[in-house]
């Protein structure tokens, strides 16, 4: 380990005398685990300036984050967002670059203009030369201020089913956007309620008469001049959220607006059926394990000065934003089962499904329970009931498809079944990447060590979790269940030891978790106490509401009143 | 079904024809249905007259309650609650009768003063005939305010660890309050914060130096003449929180606050060991319920305006107050281990554990899916469950304390099993009670009929969501899992015909369910969209921050800044 860790936050390194001793014997180098977790000791450096330079200007202070509305929030990110633009252009660090990355994670996220990156982003890659040459030195300049207009209020994850319309004017060159019905509203989009100039509008392509299909178009919504809406169009914020309400999520009514041909973009390509399932165990695996954790602290992890709920606030929306995990989960399903009757004809399947052309094991074969910890077994059972779940799925679908049914219909009749296959897929892939990734930090012993019990804890807690999965058929016996759990009980224990040293690997500053219970010197107590007493409930007007209401009901009683 | 049911709403008519169309042809007497839920037609009849007077009185609007900070909450909660007990003055409402309860389910329960209650109904409780005199008049009169100090800043669920101290000095014939460190104050007690001018506190009782125990006391916290803090007293509130806002959770810090003997209540007495373990798993089952509700709703779930943000955010709460699920199932768990010794050696155990004596069935016998639709099937392979799942954790238990171990620190080693125990009883019992439920409405045909419908999916879904307990000992196949997965998804078809009317049999109006999405003539995407448009965000200084912020930044260009 490190001499001396790199000082966490401006508090001073008064601990916690029970985190301090957990501190005290971690069974690694924590500073070399951070080196690994950051891509290297460069990456370790770069993101460490930025944090610095981030946490000592005091306009980047996230206080009061806790205590604001919806609109002062949103002021407090455009302001950040303005401030960090602005620092940025002095420090020459790039939109593209990893310092930007670094801001944003120090920002915990809570800054504005994040979509103009991703209408940048979209131009570079959908237009040509002379539309690139145009757009991008006024995006970059902050001329214009870009978003990304995809969402409708009736239409989300299923893109072809947009109801917003261009139509070719031959006449004048000009594609009419228009919003034909209210589910056709664009809702949703980032950036777009209150801030944006322009935006990239989604739409179907009408060319005398005939539809070509969803295409986007750069399309101004609001006047440079005054930041008027644009002639025919109707822009709003779409109100309160469960979280992200520095984001000024929009909605945008379009009618009868004209653009020049030359802002059509000419391509479009939204996600690999692979990576689709995989974004959608992830995101599930990482709420649920937030809100064990949040539930964990009690009723303090129910403070919103614990961090913890909008740290769950924010997870949650990843399971819906880029394609609802359902919807995902089931295209890799779609293309689980296509390489599954590829495999078994023996044609070629691509590296990540070939383990459905290999023989499947029978049975475990396990008789000692230190046995299953050994990467080999667990890896080669999620294996094997990967195979199982699919096979059993794709033979229902099979076998209503045999007896007459419609093909749409009978997909439609297994989504449970279907669904559930994409997982056990995604979560094998998982388990096996984890194997082999930890099997690659031979050089470093203690971190090899900490990490295989990690995996054999995640590959073991999904078992113990789902054991109906791996008893269905035999695979494993109840004795083996039972084995299994013991050996899962074992090793929280050993986990545990480094439970503190793996949390710091990770370097988050108390800045950037600005969580009254989750700080590096550990005094939660002091901390809720200290920042409940800040709140405005406690300073803002807090006797208006016994002068206007508590006085006359205590002076008068209720005979009175 | 009655010919014309109840309007729900201020709004017209004009349904959704989506809608319009599930309601038409329900498979049972919605209306029946409602005041078996309602506990009889004379309940309906008076929660329906209540909600008519709550909802056409203004001051009870909750339209902007997505929009309110914790400030504006709070302000809210207390003017709503002023003028509700005004009215119920003038209605001859008791707080202690039913229109009282239906009063606050209109509400959606944001009103103040809840704690005030159960002030009342603790001194009823706990204290003699001459306190109650003293007490209860000015607390029915609001002369003074009540709440109920019990958890503290590092104690909650275990009473017993609680530090706030009372001594008694003999000379005086007083009690001395004190908060001899942080970790004593109070924290959380409802209406505390801002509102309360007494409150029970419970403390360590010490006489003559030695300590006996946790007892509760009245202190007065506020002055009645100006509600300044009395003296030794530092009150506030603890801040925003997941949800709950319009409620004052408060700190108390106590210094030498002094109190008459008289002021001591007599009795204690906060829950039996099975309702503990019932408590925790239906919070736990609604919690996840919503929350699959929510998702299922996509990206509108997310926002506030569709009512299940506040929904989650508010049944998450239940899963820590009034005892934390994990440690109410520990409890129970220890009950259960207990009696299932108790069973074995032939002495006798209360009712609800009765099934413990009786000999355990070996193996499900069912070969056809239909027959899973058993109530006695599935009760009987909840009950196997249940006892298999008991017996184990019991034996691990025993064979670590014949090893050699503490009592305490086999406990522990235990707990993961133990909770998994009391979780398994208490699935069983409520399959069981929902069973026998279903049983007695034989005079109801209809209803009997959709409901042993939603009893069989209820129970086929917990045996779907964990196989592994039900194939663990081989007391069913896989086969039979196969079989019952079939049933369950036969079910969804079945039930889902009668959803919209089992929804609408709940007879929530939309005023209480305040949500966008949760209405009776389901426009959602027209009151998305009505509603958005009023937020604060469209309406409120909107242009300011384009003024500060973006102006300067589009007109200068990062150069310029």
Redesign the interface.
């Known amino acids: 380990m490190a001499p001396t860790r790199y000082l966490r936050s401006s508090a001073s390194r008064d601990v916690n005398p029970d985190l301090d001793i957990e501190r005290k014997t971690p069974s690694f180098d924590v500073e070399k685990l951070t080196t690994i977790l950051d891509g290297g000791a460069e990456n370790t450096r770069v993101r460490r300036a930025v944090e610095a330079v981030i946490h000592s200007d005091p306009v980047f202070s996230r206080e009061d984050k806790?205590?604001l509305?919806?609109?002062e929030s949103?002021?407090a990110a455009?302001?950040k967002a303005?401030h960090l633009?602005?620092m940025m252009?002095q420090m020459k660090w790039s939109w593209a670059g990893s310092e930007c990355k670094y801001c944003n994670r120090a920002l915990g996220g809570e800054v504005a203009f994040t979509l103009h990156n991703i209408f940048m982003e979209s131009i570079l890659a959908l237009s040509t030369d002379e539309q690139t040459a145009k757009w991008i030195p006024l995006a970059e300049?902050?001329?214009?201020?870009g978003s990304y207009a995809q969402?409708e209020?009736?239409h989300?994850?299923y893109i072809r089913g947009f109801e917003t319309t261009a139509t070719f004017n031959i006449s004048t060159q000009e594609f009419v956007l228009n919003t034909p019905k209210?589910?056709a509203?664009k809702?949703?989009p980032g950036d777009l309620?209150?801030?944006a100039?322009h935006t990239v509008v989604f739409a179907q392509l009408y060319i005398k008469g005939k539809c070509y299909g969803v295409h986007p178009f750069i399309v101004q919504i609001r006047s440079?001049h005054d930041?008027s809406p644009a002639p025919g169009v109707t822009v709003?914020?779409?109100?309160?959220?469960?979280d992200f309400n520095h984001i000024?999520n929009g909605?945008l009514l379009l009618q009868d607006v004209r653009v020049p041909r030359e802002n059509m973009l000419s391509r479009f390509c939204e996600l690999h059926a692979f990576s689709s399932g995989l974004k959608a165990i992830v995101t599930e695996h990482s709420t649920a394990g937030v809100?064990t954790c949040r539930?964990a602290c009690?009723?303090h992890?129910?403070?919103?000065?614990s961090g913890l709920?909008s740290l769950y606030?924010r997870l949650?929306?990843s399971?819906?934003?880029e394609g609802?995990?359902t919807v995902l989960l089931l295209q890799t399903a779609r293309f689980l089962v296509k390489c599954l009757g590829a495999a078994r004809s023996g044609q070629p399947v691509p590296p990540s499904v070939a383990y459905l052309s290999a023989v499947n094991s029978e049975r475990c074969l396990v008789r000692d329970k230190r046995d299953l910890l050994q990467p080999d077994v667990y890896v080669e059972a999620y294996r094997h009931v990967a195979i199982r779940v699919l096979s059993?799925a794709a033979a229902k679908l099979q076998a209503l498809v045999q007896s007459g049914a419609e093909q749409h219909e009978a997909w439609h009749?297994c989504t449970?079944?279907l669904v559930h296959a994409a997982k056990a897929h995604c979560h094998y892939h998982v388990v096996k990447s984890f194997a082999e990734a930890v099997e690659k930090l031979g050089q470093e012993a203690g971190i090899q060590r900490i990490m295989k019990h990690l995996c054999g804890l995640f590959a073991l807690h999904g078992i113990f979790s789902?054991?109906?999965?791996?008893?269905?058929?035999?695979y494993i016996s109840?004795d083996q269940?039972?084995m299994m759990?013991a050996s899962y009980?074992d090793l929280l224990a050993i986990v545990r030891k480094d439970a503190v040293p793996l949390v710091d690997a990770f370097d988050f500053t108390d800045e950037t978790l600005n969580s009254a219970l989750g700080s590096y010197d550990g005094h939660v107590?002091?901390r809720?106490?200290q920042?409940?007493?800040?709140?405005?409930?406690?300073t803002?007007?807090?006797?208006?509401?016994?002068e206007?209401?508590?006085?006359?009901?205590?002076q008068n009683?209720?005979?009175k009143?």
Chains 1, 2 share one sequence.
């Open positions: 806790y205590f509305s919806q609109n949103y002021e455009v302001k303005v633009k602005k252009h300049n902050y001329r214009i201020l969402t209020l009736g989300g994850t209210i589910s509203m809702w949703w309620g209150r801030s100039t440079l930041h709003g914020d779409i109100g309160p959220k469960m000024d909605y809100e539930k009690g009723g992890g129910y403070s919103l000065l709920p606030t949650a929306a399971c819906t934003y609802e995990n059993s009749q449970v079944q789902n054991t109906g999965d791996f008893l269905h058929d035999g109840g269940v039972d759990t009980l107590y002091r809720l106490y920042w409940a007493r800040k709140s405005p409930s406690n803002k007007q807090a006797n208006q509401v016994y206007n209401y508590l006085k006359p009901l205590f009683g209720l005979s009143l």
